[in-house]
């Protein structure tokens, strides 16, 4: 894949076309995600349905893009240490991956945190 670095608009779309293939990507190849696309949708429309402010959406839109790219950050830095070690087992790795993980469990944490808040109190 040669990318265009030129700052013509013809490259910023195609710019913008790599990343909702990317976007694409992680939808379709991680389990997880479901589960994200299930809550975002579930968020959203009980924040419809329950009339939020303007504060509270902006609350709720944090909470959601954390959770979306601490997501993302975890897909590529899994994908990028399997291209590098490929079968191969190093305590290292294991390590960089687990604590990745944790990246998005604190993330849904505090997104659930907030979700308790806006819409409980």
């Not at 265009?4 to 190849?29: E, P, V």
């Not at 949708?41 to 979306?68: C, Q």
């Not at 993302?72 to 990028?80: A, K, R, V, Y």
Request: proline content about 1%; charged content about 15%.
């Amino acid at each position: 894949m040669t990318k265009n670095t030129s700052r013509s608009i013809g490259s910023r779309i195609q710019s913008i076309a790599y990343a909702f293939n990317g976007l694409k990507l992680l939808i379709k190849t991680e389990p997880n995600v479901a589960i994200h696309l299930i809550a975002t949708f579930a968020v959203i429309f009980t924040g419809l349905v329950s009339g939020l402010t303007k504060m509270e959406w902006i609350a709720i839109a944090i909470a959601i893009g954390i959770v979306w790219i601490a997501e993302g950050f975890n897909t590529c830095i899994e994908l990028l240490c399997d291209a590098c070690l490929g079968t191969k087992y190093d305590k290292r790795v294991e390590a960089i991956k687990d604590i990745s993980a944790a990246t998005v469990l604190i993330a849904s944490i505090v997104s659930v945190v907030i979700g308790i808040i806006v819409f409980f109190f």
